[in-house]
């Protein structure tokens, strides 16, 4: 993901009713958002920040069907199938 421009970021917490920093903290990996707030702010954005930006260390666990999907990040080799 390219990193938000802070203005960006500001108006997507002010359109889906989310704190700023919280959202800025998710979005770097600081914090992992609860899975459904996820969700809910994928959908409430139009998809401009997405559930696996929000839950960057396990994503893949909660949401095993979007692994592979565009645009989704790789899933780390020691939770491959397999590894």
Do not use: F, N
Not at 49 to 70: E, F, H, K, N, S
């Amino acid at each position: 993901m390219s990193i938000m421009s802070a203005a960006e970021r500001r108006a997507i917490a002010d359109q889906v009713g989310a704190d700023e920093q919280y959202l800025y903290q998710c979005l770097t990996g600081r914090k992992a958002m609860k899975a459904k707030e996820a969700v809910r702010i994928e959908r409430e954005s139009g998809q401009r920040v997405r559930r696996w930006q929000l839950r960057q260390r396990d994503w893949y666990t909660i949401w095993p069907d979007l692994v592979g999907t565009d645009g989704a990040p790789p899933v780390p080799a020691v939770h491959e199938e397999g590894a």
